[in-house]
């Protein structure tokens, strides 16, 4: 059974643009969040959805958003990137809307310069 | 807010010894426990989880944690480390009653030697 795909796996964006990441979910899984991973700050949640309604937010500014499709796969939009948004942006689905069951994406790699 | 923290962010320990990663937790109710590992540009791969059942939890890879309400304490053992053990380790909560958001610690980078 596949596992929790990215997509891009890197991207490197300059500084004002926006950036659109991508996460399928496992078939079946209907929750999904977000989590972004830097040196300074380590793993921080950004959000969860759950069939196609945002269940929970972390607190990050508003150029962060998501949103979930039908199919239960996500996207996450950054606008008006800032150097400081260069991290690991990971994804976790699970098959309910608890944390129990997450597996985790390898990843978005991205560089903001 | 529930919490966790991890003690040394780096640990080294040759290979064949024992392996002893320290997770704290705070938290006012039984919280669900967490251990992942993550390799070097890698997402994050669960180990074993504490949800209130058996107090001494058995992961993948031969490693272990005992939930120590008392000590609020969930460390993660193994007895003896494979270079294949090298990465960094994440003890995450969320609060007891369930929840959908994970809170990390700040990781401890794990290094074995020969």
């Known amino acids: 059974k596949a596992g929790v795909t990215q997509t891009p796996r890197y991207l490197i964006k300059t500084r004002g643009q926006q950036v659109t990441l991508s996460c399928s979910p496992i078939?079946?899984?209907?929750?999904v969040s977000w989590y972004q991973q830097t040196p300074g700050q380590g793993l921080q949640f950004l959000f969860e959805?759950?069939?196609?309604?945002?269940?929970n937010k972390g607190n990050f500014p508003g150029r962060f958003s998501g949103r979930q499709f039908s199919n239960s796969r996500s996207e996450m939009n950054v606008s008006t990137l800032e150097l400081g948004d260069s991290a690991l942006y990971l994804c976790?689905?699970?098959?309910?809307?608890?944390?129990?069951?997450?597996?985790f994406g390898s990843g978005t790699r991205l560089t903001v310069v | 807010a529930q919490s966790v923290t991890q003690l040394g962010s780096h640990v080294s320990v040759s290979e064949g010894a024992l392996v002893l990663l320290r997770c704290n937790y705070s938290?006012?109710?039984?919280?669900?426990l967490f251990w992942y590992v993550q390799y070097p540009n890698q997402g994050l791969q669960l180990l074993l989880k504490y949800t209130s059942a058996a107090t001494l939890v058995k992961g993948i890879n031969g490693f272990e944690a005992e939930f120590k309400k008392s000590e609020t304490s969930f460390h993660l053992t193994k007895p003896s480390a494979h270079m294949s053990d090298a990465a960094e380790y994440f003890c995450?909560?969320?609060?007891?009653?369930?929840?959908?958001?994970?809170?990390f610690g700040t990781g401890t980078q794990l290094k074995v030697e020969l």
């Open positions: 995450a909560v969320i609060p007891g009653g369930g929840g959908n958001k994970l809170t």
């Open positions: 959805y759950f069939s196609e309604t945002q269940r």
């Open positions: 938290s006012s109710v039984p919280p669900y």
């Open positions: 078939s079946g899984h209907r929750s």
């Open positions: 976790a689905s699970s098959l309910d809307a608890d944390a129990y069951g997450y597996t």
